[in-house]
């Protein structure tokens, strides 16, 4: 069964952190290159960070270096750390593949307001 299921969102300070897990099942996700994307109301949604199967990672310029994405194979789980949180982070928070595939998980929300 092919799942994706996001978790560790919520309310934080401007300047605060977040660390976001993504916990797959599927062999398409433990092979692949995973990221990171995020939807803020009234957008589309856009591609945050990547990490292939050698561990690069990669990230949109908005959020280069105050976001730090990891993977853990063995627990088949992606994360997303994040720093300097920005009023303008605010989305609900996706992984999936690069380029994403069909499925996706419900997602968490992550606000950052004071």
């Known amino acids: 069964q092919v799942q994706l299921v996001e978790s560790g969102g919520g309310l934080v300070q401007p300047g605060g952190s977040l660390r976001l897990s993504c916990a797959t099942s599927?062999?398409?996700?433990?092979?692949?290159?995973m990221g990171w994307y995020r939807q803020a109301p009234g957008k589309e949604r856009e591609w945050v960070a990547a990490?292939?199967?050698?561990?690069?990672?990669t990230y949109a310029d908005s959020v280069k270096g105050r976001f730090t994405i990891a993977r853990d194979y063995y627990k088949d789980t992606t994360y997303l750390r994040m720093s300097s949180l920005k009023p303008e982070d605010t989305a609900v928070y996706y992984c999936?593949?690069?380029?994403?595939?069909?499925?996706w998980g419900q997602g968490t929300q992550v606000t950052v307001s004071s």
């Open positions: 999936n593949l690069v380029p994403p595939s069909k499925y």
């Open positions: 599927g062999t398409i996700f433990s092979i692949g290159t």
């Open positions: 990490i292939d199967s050698s561990l690069i990672t």
